[in-house]
């Protein structure tokens, strides 16, 4: 990675530092993709976008929910078969 790509990215992550006054991770995380792009673009790359939240959020629900279910019953099979063992 050239030195200029360095210099720009950590001029810029000062920027945003100063601007929000936070060092957060999802302050400065613009700041590295911008490095990455800039990166990917002297290689002839191209990043593709993250994956959306949203997208995974309707699954995790189902599989939290499928998770409970299991869970709950599994509890009520237990409880009814130390009933029936008595």
């Known amino acids: ?3 200029i790509l360095i210099n720009d990215y950590l001029k810029q992550l000062d920027l945003i530092k100063r601007a ?3 060092q957060r991770e ?6 590295f ?13 191209i ?5 959306p939240l949203c997208r995974l959020q309707g699954k995790v ?3 939290l929910a499928r998770v409970t279910t299991v869970s709950v019953e599994t509890v009520r099979i237990v409880a009814a078969m130390k ?3 008595r």
Do not use: N
Request: hydrophobic share 40%; no cysteine; glycine share 8%.
């Open 1 to 3: 990675m050239s030195q």
């Open 20 to 22: 929000s006054g936070s």
């Open 26 to 31: 999802t302050i400065v995380r613009e700041a």
């Open 33 to 45: 993709k911008d490095l990455l792009k800039a990166w990917g673009r002297q290689h002839d790359l």
């Open 47 to 51: 990043f593709l976008a993250e994956y």
């Open 61 to 63: 629900i189902d599989l």
């Open 83 to 85: 009933t029936a063992g």
